[in-house]
Structure formats: C-alpha cells, structure tokens
C-alpha cells in the first residue's frame, strides 16, 4: 500500500473531502436558516456523509488493490462477500456514531448556554431588586429614629442622615427626608414652627391646587443638594400623591411612578421611595386605622441611572437589559443598557441556539411596583462557549472513520498473512507454556495490552481461576484486591509503559475471596523482531511469611504500647549490656538525653557513665563508678534498692536477670510516697503522744463539772462548760478518726451490724452537727424520700460518716449559707446526699479527694480547718458497708457528696 500512495496522502484526501461536505452543510443551513438540530436533519446529513465518503473508499480501494489482496480477501473475509462490504459496514458505524454524537454535543451545548444564559438572568434579577431595596434599609433606619420615643427635630434628623455615607450605602440616592402630614388649617402653624427650628428660610410651595391635607416635605438632608426639595407639598403632584397614600394605606415601602426629581439636573428617570412611620411605632392593623395613626413618611428620591450604574459588572454578567414600567407599556424603558447584537453570519454557521438571542421578558415587583426585566446575551456572552466543537468533531470523527474503513478493506485483505503470524505466535506460546508448565509457581502470560492470554497450573491451584476464566482479563481486574500499595502499582504501570522488568510484592485475591501476599516478577517478552508483545508474570505465594512478619509487628507495636504505658520507668539490657529496650518514663525519670538512649547501640557503660558524670551516684572517679557498676551488671541478681537523685527525688529501683543473660530493671519515683509517710508518722505521733492524753483528762474534768461534781456552778459557767465539754468531746471524737485510719489500714476496726431505719441514723447526725452549723450561719435542708427504707449498718459509723458529710458541707457552705440533704430510693439500695453551693472541687483533684491527707487547696486548711482525713475515713466505712460513695462538683458551683448502701427491706 505505502508503494502506491503515502499514508499522508489518503489522510490529506479523506480531509479535504470531509471539510467540503461539512462547509456544503454549513453553507445550506446558514442559507436556509435550520438550526440543524431535528432528527429529520441528522439522517439526511449522515446519508449525505456516507454516500459522499463511501465513493472516496470504493475509488481508493479499487486504485490499492491488487491480485493476492483481492484473492486473500475473498478467502478470509468473515463480514461479507467482498471487502468493500466490511468497509462499507466500518464506515456507516463510524459516521453514524460520529453524527450522533455531534448531535448529542450539540444539544448539549445550547442546554449549557441556555443555563448560563438563565443563570446570569436570575442574578441579574436579583441585584436590581437588591440595589432598590438598599434605600429601604437606609428608611427604616429613619423610621427608628422616631420609634425611639424621642422627639426628632432637624438636628437629630441632620445627625442620623449624617451617620450613613450615602454613596457608599446607597448609591443612586440623593438623601432621606421626612415627610408631614398638615391640614390646611395648621399650615402657618407649622411653616411658623420650622423657621423657629434653624430654618428661618422655610418656605412652603405647591404646584397645584391646595388639598385638604398638605403633605410637606419637613426635613431633608443632605441639605445642600437637595434645598430645591424642602417645603415642597409632594402631595400636590398626583404621581407623588398616589405614591404617599398608598404606602399610608399599606404600611409597606412604596415606590412611587417614574418622575424627574427637582434635585437631578439631568432630568433623568427617577422615582420616590417611602416608608409610614405610626405612632405608637407599629403599624395599624387596617387601612382606616393606618391613616389615623400616621405620624410622618421617611422618603428617599432615587435617581435610577445612578442606582443601577454597574449593575452588570458587580455580578459579572455578559447581557445586556432594559427595564421598564409596567404601567407604561412593553415599549417605554426607563433604563437601558444597549441593544442585543444581531446574529451574525458565524452565528448561524456556528448554531448557536438563535432563539435565545431574542429579549426575554421577566416581571420584576418592586415597592408595590410591577416592572419588566427584558434582558438578552451581549456580544461577549458567546465566546465563552464552544459552538465549532460539533463541526470539527465531525470533520475528524468521519475523516477517521474513513481512514478506519479503508484500513478494514486492507486489514480483510491480509487477513491471511495475520492468522500465518497468529499461527507462529501460538506457536511460541506453546512451547514457553511447557516450560512453566510443571513450576510451582502461578506463571501468567499476557498480550501487550496485559491481557491474559495463557496462565499455568500452579495459577488455578492458588488462585482457582482455570484457563477458560482468565483469559482476555488483566491480572489487576481478575486478582486485584485494593490493598497493593499504590506505589506498587505506580511502579508496575511504569514498567509497563517502559516495557521493562519489574520485582514487587502485591496483594492478589482468590476466585474463593482468599487474599494472597504474592513476590512478583514481571518480565517484557519480545518477538524475533526484537518487539515487545507481552509480558509474562510469576508470582510466590509469601503469605506465610508476611503473616509471620505482621505478627511480629503487632507484638512490637504491642509490647511497646504496654512499655510507654507502664506506671513506672523501665530498661532491659541484653548479655551484652545493650540497651535493648526502655520506655518514655526510663528517660523522664533519670533525665536522660535522647541521643543517649535513642542512638545506635545505647550501652549499660554510657549511661552509667553519663550518671556518674552529674553525681548521681555519690563520691568517687567516673571510671571507678563505671567499672564497679558493670562488673555487677556482668552477673545480674535480683535486687532492691532506693536511690536518691541529686535534684531530691526518691526512686525505687528493682532488678531481676532475665533467662539467656541480660537483666531488666524499674524504676519508681516514691518521693511523694516517702513525702507522705513521713507526714503520717508525725500527724498520728502528736495525736497520740501530745493531744489524746491532755484532751482525755480535759475532757474528764469537764464532764466532772458539768455534772455537778464538784458543785452547783453560776448559770454563765454552766453555759461555758457545757460548751467547752462539747467542743472536747468533737476534739475527742476528731483525735479517735486519726486513731480510726491507723485501725483501718491494720484491719483492726470492729462493725456491730443490725438491720434499722436509715432516717433515724440522719436526723442524728444533723442534730449532732446543728449546733457547728449554727456557729457558721448554715441552714440544713432535709428532704427525705422512704422514711422507712432498712439497712444492715453499724449506726454510730454511719452516723459518723453523715457528720463528717455535713460538716464538710457547713465549712464550705456558698452565699445562700444552706445545706440540703436528700434521700433517695431504688429496688435495691438507697442514696444520701449532700449538696452545698461552695467553691466546688476542681476536676484535677478528683483522683485524690478520697485520699488521706488530701485537701483540694492548701489554704483551706488554715481557713476551714481539718486534717484531710475525713473522706478517706467515710470510704473505708461505706466500702465496710457494701456501699459505695462518690461525688459531683462544678468549680465555683458547688458540690454533691453522696453514698449509697443496700437496703434491707423497704415499705
């Protein structure tokens, strides 16, 4: 073929032929007007194409045929009796194809510049109605002004008027002004008035004849411009009357007819926005009442041109519109941006939907006002939108259809030749299949466009898939699984596009549903010719090994989470003393650097060395620490020590050998542990060595005397001792809790448990605190639910813990200095609660607020009192109880105390 006539040649032939008949189209369409865009029009044009191109390919295939073409072409064709029939067929799909899918690109072209088109007009719509509503916000800015109450003379109109920027606010607006309401008879009254009220050259002027009723303009600001409008009777015009009386009646904003406004010089169109102001600053319910209870009208004369200057370019539209008034008819436009261009001749040669570059009409209701929108594209609208694409879509889908046509007739011609190349080719693949035929292995080989074309044994016994089903699959669309890295498959296109080999690990699905983590190669395989015509892929199964890899992953992860969550730090050294592992408190706790630890190989000699440099370790050279510690580290043993660090804090190191060598060792930080225990050993010796022994003689002293032992006593000294033999007892029953916390932590406290009433239990727990409460101004509130409810309790411990609740409560009692107490029921238990309305606890100390020694500021004890003991002491007992107790609080709220025990019987 290429001997007789070039590639090039046929390309540039079909070419000019399609470009005549598509300008033959054109030319009778912009001709005939038809927008080419019926079915009747798509059939007769694909006929035109076909017959026009069919007659190109029956004379070139004629001029490229030859003897063995035309005798291999009668042997093998399989489309019909001759190759001219295959080519025919190619060619009428081709072109039918192509005119449909220009039609279809055509359609949807006009449905996108008709949305646009429709589009750009609903925002154009929308400004306009924005731009005259904007002045309406500036009114009832005005209408405010005198809802107020206050009376509004000019200064305070001129003040309100001068806080808006007009022309940045209200473009097209020349100012707002008051307009009065004033019977003929009141008119010197209130000429009088104004010129008393900085207007001196008040002045009021008509044009008509003089109503009943004058509605003057009052005020108008900015004055300078708009003085031809003061004391002008607006009701004398009747366009400006019918205006004020219909915004009387309505209540609503009212645009008035189109009038020149006395302040434009150019004369333009112009109209009067108003809004009513009523008394009462309300608007009347009916049209009667409205009249009765109008006060003034706040106006604003707007000049059109000015208000709607840049409309278009403020919502970027290309069109071009007029608008006008719909009492003046379709033909009179107030404002005009142009007319819409005339379609040109490209226009049509183009179709671009003609239709739409008519004007549409659209009804526009503004202030009471029925105007008309007529809008249409603008000149700048169409080039945005790609009309030639149908044209040149056909010219080149039907040049290539041609080309594709004739290539069938050659292709038909030479079938013979393809099927003896088909044959050598299978053959190749028959014997590279018996060479993988026997590896374990799953073996795919693929066409150049990784189609499978054959696949060994070892792929249907991984895989299930037999021959049958693989064939004519890609590998990614029978084994994909979404899980191979993207990389991976980045890297596989790569090599593919590259024609080169490749080494991956992919993640393959089963025909079961079964995923495989396979070791793939990819290798090009390459005709005799040196052309690549395939690939082949061999693929190891390593799904055992990557489970064994992720196992050992997650036990890293794993045991590395339960490392950095150990509540204390922790290092393990191997035989060699190598730090094998640690966790984050190991190097908090003795403030290691990261370098340190997190290098290469950390060693047992560099962190001891790094220790004994800082006087971690007491007196003595570095090297002779170093020396000494991993000698002892040479031979690991279980060990327990305290070591304390030079900033003071106290640790507790253990260490044991682990099985192989090496030796694992924590550390914990028991400085507030030491802190405490400390505090506990003096608080419970100055209990017991110099408070109970002096207190209990106190108190027996007091008890002697208030019982009148030793004689009747003055009424004021009874007073003071049954005080004082009061206050000894609490100090009694306050040294016996400390005694209580040590008898608790020994096991050593005694429970008498009989079943009674709860009530009982905490009205004396009240009545024992009452007389504290009292001293503090505190109130108790009890609100008690099942006065009846049973529980099996120690009654002077339950008491106790109730105290101890109230007491709490009383000291920290808020600003209404009351205490509730509340009881409450279920099936099985009952709740007693303590609520106070204090300073709350906050929600970092909730940890520690059962605690002993424990107080949620340091300053309260000093200004509250107590020893931090009290709620530790109530857990113990209530947990005795098979009970728990617990607590709500908001910082600067309050807080809710309360315990529950299981009941015994209930009423």
């Not at 292709?411 to 013979?416: C, P, R, T």
């Not at 609100?783 to 008491?799: N, S, T």
Request: proline residues 5%; contains cysteine.
């Amino acid at each position: 073929m290429t001997s007789r006539v070039g590639i090039l040649r046929l390309g540039l032939e079909a070419g000019l032929l399609i470009v005549a008949t598509e300008a033959l189209l054109l030319g009778w369409m912009a001709l005939s007007g038809s927008g080419g865009s019926t079915w009747f029009d798509v059939v007769w044009q694909t006929a035109l194409e076909v017959a026009a191109v069919g007659l190109w390919i029956r004379w070139r295939s004629a001029a490229l045929q030859d003897r063995k073409a035309a005798s291999a072409s009668a042997q093998a064709s399989r489309f019909g009796r001759s190759p001219q029939a295959l080519a025919l067929l190619v060619l009428l799909a081709g072109i039918v194809c192509t005119m449909l899918t220009a039609h279809w690109l055509q359609r949807t072209i006009g449905a996108a510049a008709e949305a646009k088109y429709e589009r750009q007009k609903e925002r154009l719509a929308s400004e306009i109605q924005r731009r005259f509503l904007q002045p309406v916000y500036g009114m009832m800015g005005g209408r405010g002004v005198y809802a107020a109450g206050a009376r509004v003379d000019k200064a305070a109109w001129q003040g309100y008027v001068g806080s808006r920027k007009l022309t940045e606010e209200f473009p097209g607006v020349r100012g707002f002004g008051v307009i009065e309401r004033v019977p003929r008879s009141e008119i010197d009254r209130f000429v009088a008035a104004r010129r008393l009220e900085d207007q001196p050259d008040f002045e009021l002027r008509t044009a008509g004849k003089v109503e009943a009723e004058l509605y003057v303009i009052k005020y108008v600001e900015p004055l300078d411009s708009n003085r031809s409008a003061l004391g002008l009777d607006a009701g004398s015009e009747p366009t400006r009357r019918r205006a004020i009386e219909q915004a009387v009646r309505t209540g609503q904003p009212t645009l008035s007819e189109r009038i020149a406004l006395v302040q434009d010089k150019a004369q333009g169109s112009g109209f009067l926005y108003m809004v009513p102001v009523y008394r009462g600053g309300t608007v009347p319910a009916t049209p009667a009442e409205r009249e009765a209870a109008l006060n003034v009208l706040v106006y604003a004369p707007i000049v059109v041109a000015e208000l709607l200057h840049g409309t278009l370019d403020s919502i970027d539209a290309q069109l071009v519109f007029s608008l006008l008034d719909g009492a003046e008819g379709p033909d009179h436009a107030f404002f005009s941006t142009g007319k819409p261009p005339m379609p040109s001749l490209l226009d049509r040669l183009a179709w671009r939907p003609l239709p739409m570059a008519e004007p549409s009409l659209d009804s526009l209701v503004i202030g009471g006002r029925q105007f008309w929108l007529r809008a249409a594209p603008a000149a700048d609208f169409w080039p945005a939108l790609d009309y030639w694409s149908p044209s040149l879509l056909r010219v080149t889908g039907i040049c290539i259809s041609a080309l594709l046509a004739l290539a069938a007739w050659l292709l038909a011609s030479g079938e013979a030749r393809a099927r003896a190349l088909a044959q050598r080719m299978t053959a190749d693949l028959r014997r590279m299949a018996e060479v993988v035929r026997h590896t374990s292995n799953a073996v795919v080989v693929t066409d150049r466009a990784r189609r499978i074309v054959w696949v060994n044994a070892g792929f249907t016994r991984v895989y299930g898939y037999s021959m049958e089903e693989a064939l004519g699959a890609t590998p990614a669309q029978l084994l994909g699984s979404g899980r191979t890295e993207p990389a991976t498959l980045a890297a596989i296109d790569a090599a593919d596009a590259a024609g080169r080999s490749c080494r991956v690990v992919v993640v393959n699905r089963a025909k079961d549903g079964s995923e495989y983590w396979v070791d793939l190669e990819i290798q090009p395989r390459h005709d005799e010719q040196g052309k690549l015509v395939g690939f082949m892929e061999i693929g190891q199964d390593i799904s055992a090994m990557h489970r064994v890899r992720e196992e050992l992953r997650r036990s890293n992860a794993l045991l590395r989470s339960i490392l950095d969550n150990l509540p204390c730090g922790l290092s393990v050294f191997d035989a060699d003393l190598k730090l094998a592992a640690h966790n984050a408190a190991y190097r908090e706790l003795l403030d290691l650097p990261p370098e340190l630890v997190l290098g290469p190989e950390p060693t047992f000699a560099a962190i001891i060395r790094h220790n004994a440099a800082r006087g971690d370790y007491g007196p003595g050279t570095v090297d002779e620490i170093v020396d000494r510690l991993v000698a002892a580290a040479q031979v690991p043993k279980h060990m327990r020590s305290e070591r304390q660090l030079p900033d003071g804090r106290a640790l507790e190191v253990r260490s044991a050998p682990m099985p192989g060598g090496g030796f694992v060792t924590t550390y914990m930080d028991i400085t507030e542990r030491r802190h405490m225990e400390r505090l506990k050993s003096e608080f419970v010796s100055t209990v017991t060595h110099e408070l109970r022994t002096p207190m209990t003689s106190i108190h027996g002293t007091l008890s002697l005397l208030a019982s009148g032992v030793a004689g009747p006593l003055p009424e004021g000294a009874q007073e003071l001792v049954a005080r004082s033999h009061q206050s000894s007892e609490r100090l009694v029953r306050l040294i016996n809790d400390v005694l209580d916390v040590e008898r608790i932590e020994a096991r050593l406290m005694r429970y008498t448990m009989t079943a009674q009433p709860l009530a009982p239990l905490v009205d004396q727990a009240i009545d024992a605190t009452r007389a504290y409460a009292q001293q503090h101004g505190v109130e108790f509130d009890l609100r008690a639910q099942h006065d009846a409810v049973r529980i099996l309790a120690d009654a002077d411990r339950i008491v106790q813990v109730v105290i101890n609740l109230l007491s709490n409560a009383v000291k920290f009692a808020g600003p209404s200095k009351r205490v509730s107490i509340r009881t409450s029921a279920t099936e099985s238990s009952v709740r007693i609660s303590v609520i106070d309305d204090g300073i709350g606890i906050p929600e970092s100390f909730r940890s520690r607020v059962f605690e002993r020694f424990s107080q949620a500021d340091g300053s309260d004890r000093r200004q509250k009192g107590g020893t931090g003991l009290g709620l530790n002491i109530c857990r113990s007992i209530i947990t005795e109880h098979g009970g728990h107790i617990d607590y709500v609080s908001v910082a600067g709220q309050g807080s809710e105390f309360y315990f529950e025990l299981p009941v015994v019987e209930r009423p």
